[in-house]
């Protein structure tokens, strides 16, 4: 019989930062708490369908994020710069990035993202010219 990988299911407790407010969601969360001597470590990720009134608002985040918008409209705001959200929208945040996200009621977001760690996190972000708080 073969082994499946170690992929938490949703049944599990799901991390706090996890929004409730979505409609349906498949999402993986791995090792939430990685060495820190790692170059780079995948912590979690997924999509998302939002709810009309989805909204996060976070002073900081424990790792760095990307998230991709495939559908809807919303907004973002990352260091007290609001951005629009659409479709083809690409956002990153991360440690001591202050971020907003919301979704137009009437064109709720449908977003995918990453989160993950490591001394190279912050460098490859750079070398995608996408900096934590930027928008693309």
Known sequence: ????????????????????????ARRFYLDLNPPKTRSLTLVCGGVERCTADYAIHRI?????????????R???????????LQSGSLFSYGPGIRHDI?????????????????????????????TAGSVS
């Open 1 to 24: 019989m073969k082994s499946k990988p170690a992929i938490v299911a949703e049944a599990a407790a799901a991390p706090d930062f996890f929004s409730p407010h979505v409609v349906g």
């Open 60 to 72: 900081t985040f424990p790792f760095h994020s990307i998230e991709y918008v495939v559908r809807g």
């Open 74 to 84: 919303g907004t973002v705001k990352l260091k007290n710069r609001l951005h629009p």
């Open 102 to 130: 919301a979704s137009d009621p009437a064109d709720p977001l449908v977003k995918y993202f990453v989160d993950f760690s490591g001394r190279k996190a912050g460098a490859l972000l750079r070398a995608g010219f996408l």
